[in-house]
């Protein structure tokens, strides 16, 4: 236990003060941009203090990037991509931690290796399996000589394509790992007891126990797929398909187009901040318990 002297404490809360002023002040230029016009945004040195012009910014910018759209298109993907993080890393460490097969631990080192494999290194054969999501298992058939021939898949430009590349996480699978691994065997021994299954012990007995664990990695992963910018601008041409970070980007021309509009968009940049911080605002008590909690 460290010992609190008034020295020690005005010294973490020093830091604590400094490290908060670090993260706020980007949030704090964008909402001064966003609340000024454009004259006073291109102003050398840009005024410090919020000006009055906010809500008809974000008025430009809803309606400029077409937000009402794709911001549904951003709940649907973020949900969807959160959803299936939570479900499939707690089904794949559930079956590392309760079942007891040969290759259990090769298999978990495979998954805990692609840690080192983000999106952007694997972003072409993604793109190549995302095109034909069958090719793989055609070129199995081509090389055991079987005479089969699979139908095309095409998951680009689709709720699939945007979704299912980034279910797996390495990530929540070790997090649910070291969980369950906490959890006494003597409620597995229980359950047997009692005649319950393997399905019916993780769905009454390992799923309310992490419930705190799936809503801290289920808040960061709707973060972290909120934020996707690669990955669907690859996927996606039909604007049906565009999230809010894609109309976000345009909102700022190119260098060889017409001057940017910065005020508007940064007031578009607030509007695309608001439903990941609405989420860790809702969910941030569970979310630290999810991480931080000691006793199960």
């Known amino acids: 236990m460290i010992e609190r002297t008034p020295l020690v404490n005005l010294l973490t809360h020093l830091v604590l003060v400094g490290g908060l002023l670090v993260l706020l002040l980007p949030v704090y230029v964008v909402v001064v941009a966003a609340s000024h016009d454009l004259v006073a945004v291109n102003q050398v040195p840009m005024p410090l203090l919020p000006g009055h012009h906010l809500w008809e910014n974000l008025a430009v910018a809803w309606q ?3 937000f009402r759209n794709v911001m549904l298109t951003s709940v649907i993907v973020a949900g969807l991509v959160a959803a299936g993080k939570v479900g499939l890393s ?8 309760y079942f007891d097969y040969r290759l259990r631990m090769v298999f978990f080192w495979i998954i805990f290796a692609t840690l080192m494999l983000p999106l952007e290194v694997r972003i072409v054969p993604t793109y190549a399996v995302a095109a034909n999501a069958l090719e793989p298992f055609q070129a199995l058939f081509d090389l055991s000589g079987l005479s089969v021939t699979l139908p095309r898949w095409n998951l680009l430009n689709s709720y699939s394509g945007l979704v299912l590349p980034l279910v797996a996480t390495a990530t929540g699978t070790f997090l649910y790992r070291q969980f369950f691994m ?5 409620l597995a021994e229980a359950a047997k007891m009692d005649g319950a299954g393997a399905f019916r012990f993780f769905k009454d007995v390992i799923l309310p126990l992490s419930v705190t664990n799936m809503a801290a990695l289920g808040t960061i992963m709707f973060v972290y797929a909120w934020n996707q910018y690669l990955w669907p601008l690859l996927v996606v041409t039909d604007q049906n398909y565009a999230t809010a970070s894609m109309e976000l980007g345009r909102l700022v021309p190119s260098a060889y187009g017409e001057a940017p509009v910065w005020n508007t968009a940064m007031a578009g940049t607030l509007i695309v901040m608001a439903p990941p911080l609405a989420v860790v605002v809702v969910l941030q008590r569970w979310f630290v318990r999810g991480l931080v909690a000691v006793e199960k």
Do not use: H
Not at 182 to 186: F, G, R, V
């Open 64 to 66: 400029k990037g077409n």
């Open 90 to 97: 707690a089904i794949s460490a559930y079956s590392i931690v």
């Open 182 to 186: 906490t959890i006494p065997d003597e």
